[in-house]
T-cell receptor
Framework: SQQGEEDPQALSIQEGENATMNCSYK?????LQWYRQNSGRGLVHLIL?????REKHSGRLRVTLDTSKKSSSLLITASRAADTASYFC???????????FGQGTELSVKP | NAGVTQTPKFQVLKTGQSMTLQCAQD?????MYWYRQDPGMGLRLIYY???????DKGEVPNGYNVSRLNKREFSLRLESAAPSQTSVYFC???????????FGPGTRLTVL
């Protein structure tokens, strides 16, 4: 069973626009992570937010976490064509180390 | 640093054949993982190894075995491949200091 449910499943925007992806989960977590996957490649870690944090920034990425609603969002500002990829949220529970992945959001940024 | 490496990159098997997928990491990580990814889905954990000498089942372990040969290497074996095991397999390792997982490039396996 997968912990994370991501919304939307697919998102198409123009270069320069912002992209927002959402993730909901079911059980308590230690942290929530976002990964990017370019077509045919492995996953690359983007950002981690711990359960006691509410917001985190990294470059053009902004992640929020609402543990009361068991949800997170990833915002990519001023998107570029190179941001075209699938984005996955993953939660780490209290057992540590093991991640449970969502089904991903496929982002297409048109030049 | 090569990071996480996987071999082979591609493999085609017939039903009933066996094979071993190899994974190695050079980052001195304790924990290593095997996932499978099916079209349009996220990753599902097959097996993991929290440290050298230990292995545990993940969400979808049936039909697979693993060996943590040493701290660097973690292999995944299919004893009798089935078409349902057609998938892309990813190996990962964890930096416990940051909880970040580092992924290999994947092995695309087709079972006919």
């Amino acid at each position: 069973s997968q912990q994370g449910e991501e919304d939307p499943q697919a998102l198409s925007i123009q270069e320069g626009e912002n992209a927002t992806m959402n993730c909901s989960y079911k059980t308590s977590i230690n942290n929530l992570q976002w990964y990017r996957q370019n077509s045919g490649r492995g996953l690359v870690h983007l950002i981690l937010i711990r359960s006691n944090e509410r917001e985190k920034h990294s470059g053009r990425l902004r992640v929020t976490l609402d543990t009361s609603k068991k949800s997170s969002s990833l915002l990519i500002t001023a998107s570029r064509a190179a941001d075209t990829a699938s984005y996955f949220c993953a939660t780490e529970g209290n057992q540590g180390g093991k991640l449970i992945f969502g089904q991903g959001t496929e982002l297409s940024v048109k030049p | 640093n090569a990071g996480v490496t996987q071999t082979p990159k591609f493999q085609v098997l017939k039903t009933g054949q066996s094979m071993t997928l190899q994974c190695a990491q050079d980052m001195n990580h304790n924990s290593m993982y095997w996932y499978r990814q099916d079209p349009g889905m996220g990753l599902r954990l097959i097996y993991y190894s929290a440290s050298e000498g230990t292995t545990d089942k993940g969400e979808v372990p049936n039909g697979y075995n693993v060996s943590r040969l040493n701290k660097r290497e973690f292999s995944l074996r299919l004893e009798s491949a089935a078409p349902s095991q057609t998938s892309v397999y990813f190996c990962a390792s964890t930096d416990l200091g940051t909880d970040t997982q580092y992924f290999g490039p994947g092995t695309r396996l087709t079972v006919l």
